[in-house]
């Protein structure tokens, strides 16, 4: 179960990471009220999953999975350019995500 609750504080950290973005600032009420809700959802998952998991695991985990959603999100959105070279490295943070989990 700590695994699956990682895993979705991971997508919400992609989420808040977004958020604070497009918050301009803290200037936009929308996009900082999602900040907040995100960032206290992904925290508590984080919290909840390191009752079980090593720390070190579990944060890899997370920013990984919170990096890589960021920018598959921004390039999806036309806000950063895509690359290969970018996809590449991207696949290589998913395949460390994938080898840290097949090793705990």
Do not use: D, N
């Not at 604070?20 to 996009?31: N, V």
């Not at 998952?45 to 960021?70: C, D, E, F, Q």
């Not at 598959?72 to 490295?89: D, H, I, N, Q, R």
């Amino acid at each position: 179960m700590a695994w699956v609750v990682l895993v979705l504080s991971g997508v919400m950290e992609a989420v808040w990471a977004t958020a604070l973005g497009k918050s301009e600032g803290f200037s936009r009420l929308a996009p900082t009220v999602v900040f907040g809700a995100g960032l206290v959802v992904s925290m508590a998952g984080l919290a909840y999953a390191m009752r079980s998991l090593p720390v070190g695991t579990a944060y890899a985990v997370w920013v990984g999975i919170g990096a890589v959603l960021t920018i598959v999100y921004a390039m999806a959105t036309g806000e950063e350019p895509f690359s290969v070279v970018k996809a590449l490295l991207l696949a290589g943070i998913v395949g460390c995500v994938i080898g840290l989990k097949l090793l705990h």
